[in-house]
């Protein structure tokens, strides 16, 4: 008897899609199969005013496959010079999701980030008014703290004063990769804090990166901690708690910039992540939660309907998918999980 699956079509809530050619390879890998995304503004030159949002929305269209109705959801890369007003605006016509706040230099394309957090207080004062999401990459960036401790740090030395000063801001602490996290997310009011996940921190600790031998695929921010901590995760993300749901995080580099002597933190999960998930969930019997955590808690915390389309994955013999895609800017390999995949999605 074939075992299959039907879900509500899954949203992201947090992924890269970045511009111009690579945009145009790695959008089909996500509109194939997800309804919606939270887009990361971390261009270069970063998505900064309402005016590069609604271009950048318009050229995520443009690269859309004919007949696919993904719908790009946007934010605005928070600087210290982000004015109140802009952000209303923004929000009030409907063209922003959220605002993702980076600390300076915690990550990929962050250097316009956030030093000094009183700088930015005029402005989530007026997103806790609006009800308006702050997505947050939850890092510190001192160079003593070492970096396996960076998000615990974070917790307690950004987040939680943050949350106290503004108690009404809602919150997403993006890809949270630790016990820290997920007990800190866990405690918090339902609906004013919540936290996405992603594909890769479910499947890889930290020896996946450098167990054997150097695996710069695996390697992103926040990089992957020991494995108590990636079981955490799966326990949060399993539970049915509706404060933890799905951002993939799928941040797509070209190989040259993975397999250098300096490179890029991202894994690129868009191609095979459904088929990732639905494996990760079975493995912990907890097949019955997957909707739950790629389909309805996020629409519910971002106060937006659930899709009404559906997805059926199907387990049979192991899924193939291409090892690498190729972009205009060159090959960009597809996250491996390391074992075999069942589930595949139903076209
Ligand atoms: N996660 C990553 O390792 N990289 C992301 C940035 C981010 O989400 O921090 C990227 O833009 O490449
Ligand atoms: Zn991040
Ligand atoms: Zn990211």
Redesign the pocket.
Known sequence: MTQSLTIRQPDDWHL?LRDGDMLRAVLPETARHFGRAII?P?LVPPVITPADAAAYRDRILAAKPLNNKFQPLMTLYLTEETEAKSVRAAAEIGLISAVKLYPAGA???SASGVKDFDKVTRVLETMALLGLPLCV?GEVTDPEVDIFDREAVFIDTVLDPLRRRIPNLRVVME?ITTKDGVDYVKDQPEGQMGATITTHHLIIDRNHILVGGIKPHYY??PVAKRATHRSALVAAATSGNPRFFLGT?S?P?TDANKESACG???CFTATNTLSCLAEVFEREGALDQLEGFTSRHGPAFYKLPENEATVTLVKGDPVTYPARIDTGEGPVTVFDPGFPLHWRVQD
């Open positions: 890269h990361m971390n990550t990929t394309n990459h890809h992103c921010l995080d941040a580099h890029c933190a991202g």
